[in-house]
């Protein structure tokens, strides 16, 4: 495994990190991000979409819909953003498909994925969303070994 750390010290700096963050990504395709309420998931995970070519409102969170589909306008790309924060167990999460989303190769952002850990690709890259003392994020990137 590689960890690999990118500092966000203010919302300007959003765009750059976002950039950081897709030179890491490689070929994966399912991301979780972790943090406590309000750290920034959804704040990073809108500038990500941004950067990938995504133009319509992305920033809020799904938490009403559990998964919103967006589409790169520069790739055709699809790209899916879980909130499973309001999920109970993991049978709800199987009943929304999400293995088939997982298994369709788009991108998978997903925010609370203890709720389907037991169903997460071997390969999914963790993302720990850190809030500092100074209101800044730091974003620690684990990202699986290939094989």
Not at 81 to 103: C, M, P, S, T, V
Request: glycine share 6%.
């Amino acid at each position: 495994m590689s960890r690999h750390i990118i500092e966000i010290p203010d919302l300007e700096a959003l765009p750059e990190a976002a950039e950081k963050f897709i030179g890491l990504m490689g070929d994966h395709t399912v991301f979780a991000f972790n943090g406590e309420m309000g750290a920034g998931k959804t704040t990073f995970i809108s500038a990500l979409s941004r950067a990938l070519g995504v133009t319509e409102d992305v920033a809020s969170s799904p938490s009403f819909a559990i998964v919103n589909e967006y589409r790169s306008d520069t790739t055709a790309e699809l790209i899916y953003h879980f909130d499973l924060y309001r999920l109970k167990n993991l049978e709800e999460a199987l009943e929304i498909g999400i293995e088939d989303y997982f298994d369709s190769g788009a991108l998978c952002l997903i925010e609370w994925p203890d709720r389907a850990a037991d169903v997460l690709p071997l390969d999914t890259v963790n993302v720990t969303v850190e809030a500092d003392s100074a209101g800044g994020r730091r974003l620690v990137v684990d990202i699986p070994d290939e094989e």
